[in-house]
């Protein structure tokens, strides 16, 4: 049963994570229109760092925690024959990577030194999408 518990509160702090993930490059498409110093602006610095330091940094820690722990601690991979989780463990690394690079905009944001457009926030936006995408299968299908 513990096993199961585990496995759940992984998935709530996974979905928590991308939530933020899919959420946060949306309010920099926002905010990069909005005029610096503005009160729309401050308002955005405040939404953008309370969703990263209170939401995502913490749900990305217990993901991974719960995760290791999951693979590691509880032996359900075989890391002879389970490559789909070397795939997956790839794709997470660079979800971890896109998380380090929105906390870099963020503050960014924060200094009023943002010099992207909204559009370069748009694409960004789809990262996380593309990666969610290629991890489900994986975990599902285990192609290999």
Request: hydrophobic letters at 60%; charged letters at 15%; glycine letters at 4%.
């Amino acid at each position: 049963m513990s096993y199961l518990i585990l496995k759940s509160l992984h998935i709530m702090a996974v979905i928590a994570w991308m939530a933020g993930l899919f959420y946060l490059p949306r309010l920099f498409v926002y905010h990069a229109d909005a005029k610096p110093g503005s009160e729309m602006s401050e308002t955005f610095k405040v939404m953008e760092r309370r969703l990263l330091k209170a939401i995502m940094t913490p749900a990305m820690l217990v993901s991974w925690a719960l995760g290791l722990w999951l693979a590691f601690g509880v032996g359900v991979i075989d890391w002879s024959s389970d490559f789909w989780f070397y795939a997956k463990l790839v794709c997470v690394l660079a979800l971890s990577a896109f998380h380090s690079a929105l906390a870099k905009w963020q503050k960014e944001f924060e200094a009023d030194a943002n010099n992207r457009p909204a559009r370069f926030y748009r694409i960004a936006n789809e990262v996380p999408t593309l990666l969610m995408v290629v991890i489900v299968l994986l975990v599902i299908v285990r192609p290999f």
